[in-house]
């Protein structure tokens, strides 16, 4: 089992609407099943900060390696069109020094019907490297990047 805490940012966050659930202790489990891992929630009503997923799609992260397409990603923004689809794809990018190989998953499915597009990129070596989520209704959004030690 995984348990995030709220800390102060979370706060900042609940008072701005930029971040869900940033007041509670959130709790879920991580399957993993070959080269898949699932997010896993005992309440369905609450979900991870850090594993971001469309609650009517599921929440698994597919652990092969992407090698096409290639994204290009520059600060929060890639050179895909807007697209309401889900996205697997693989990119470098620059977060505190090149990243080589990581994978790409951009789930915009949501945006649909006003709800909120969410993107990770990450790879077996790094873990989650990037994850955010953000609206067009809003123009607004939120997500974190990995830090070095």
């Given at each position: 089992m995984v348990r995030e805490f709220p800390f102060y940012w979370f706060?900042?966050?609940?008072?701005?609407?930029?971040?869900?659930?940033?007041?509670?202790?959130i709790q879920y489990f991580i399957e993993k099943?070959?080269?898949?891992?699932?997010?896993?929630?005992?309440n369905f009503?609450?979900?991870?900060?850090?594993?971001l997923f469309p609650t009517e799609f599921g929440g698994t992260i597919n652990l092969e390696e992407?090698?096409?397409p290639q994204v290009e990603v520059k600060g929060w923004?890639?050179?895909?069109?807007?697209?309401?689809?889900?996205?697997?794809a693989a990119t470098n990018m620059f977060v505190w020094?090149?990243?080589?190989?990581?994978?790409?998953?951009?789930?915009?499915?949501?945006?649909?019907?006003?709800?909120?597009?969410i993107t990770h990129i990450y790879n077996k070596d790094y873990g989650m490297v990037r994850v955010s989520e953000y609206s067009s209704l809003t123009g607004k959004g939120y997500g974190w990047?990995?830090?070095?030690?």
């Open positions: 706060g900042f966050a609940q008072r701005t609407k930029q971040c869900r659930f940033s007041d509670l202790e099943n070959g080269n898949q891992i699932r997010i896993k929630y005992p009503r609450q979900n991870s900060r850090l594993f992407t090698v096409d923004k890639t050179n895909l069109p807007y697209s309401t689809a889900y996205v697997e020094e090149e990243l080589q190989n990581l994978n790409f998953m951009m789930d915009n499915r949501p945006m649909k019907q006003r709800g909120s597009g990047d990995l830090l070095p030690n």
